[in-house]
């Protein structure tokens, strides 16, 4: 006999990392076409709307104070500074999608994703890694998985077959004998 709880997918956080323009971006967009239970955060930042951007769909625009009350609050998964601005995760709504049984892709850089798994033990942590690429032993060993990069289609792929073995298989009876 099945329950609810046994269908549901056994929610869990992946973060999709690798070094600055390995293409994270355009993994992530073709793993969301292909799997539509992943849901990707929206980050909050403190630097403007650039043209077309949406509050709370591209972004969260926060300004500098509600930014320092998250922090201080522990309210951010993970955040840093880039320039004169910051970004952060925040973390209720991750905490909020993997309650509800949703896995969660998160695309972050190298230096994010060991600050998530500092905080979040249990995130499975994916390296994409662009031909030629060698992660030195300490990155290596922090991570699960490695997806290489060489086409965006077959890493999305991988991406989406990792993702899928988040998902618990129905209980079944036992078999009669």
């Known amino acids: 006999m099945s329950t609810d709880d046994e269908a549901r997918s056994a929610a869990r956080l992946t973060v999709l990392s690798g070094p600055s323009g390995a293409g994270r971006g355009s993994v992530v967009e073709q793993v969301r076409a292909r799997l539509a239970s992943v849901w990707v955060p929206v980050v909050a930042t403190t630097r403007p709307p650039r043209p077309g951007e949406r509050d709370g769909v591209d972004r969260l625009f926060l300004d500098p104070a509600d930014f320092d009350r998250l922090i201080a609050s522990g309210g951010l ?26 896995p969660v892709l ?10 998530v798994r500092a905080v979040v033990p249990e995130a ?11 992660a030195d032993p300490v990155v290596a060993a922090a991570f699960a998985h490695a997806v290489a990069h060489d086409r965006t289609d077959r890493a999305a792929t ?6 899928g073995s988040t998902f618990l298989a129905p209980a079944r009876p036992p078999p009669r004998g």
């Open 124 to 134: 499975r942590l994916v390296l994409l890694a662009p031909p030629a690429y060698r």
């Open 106 to 115: 998160l695309p972050l850089d190298v230096a994010g994703a060991l600050a």
């Open 77 to 102: 998964l993970e955040w840093c500074r880039i320039g004169p601005y910051r970004r952060g995760v925040p973390r209720a709504h991750v905490r909020s999608h993997l309650a509800r049984g949703r």
């Open 158 to 163: 991988e991406l989406v077959g990792l993702l």
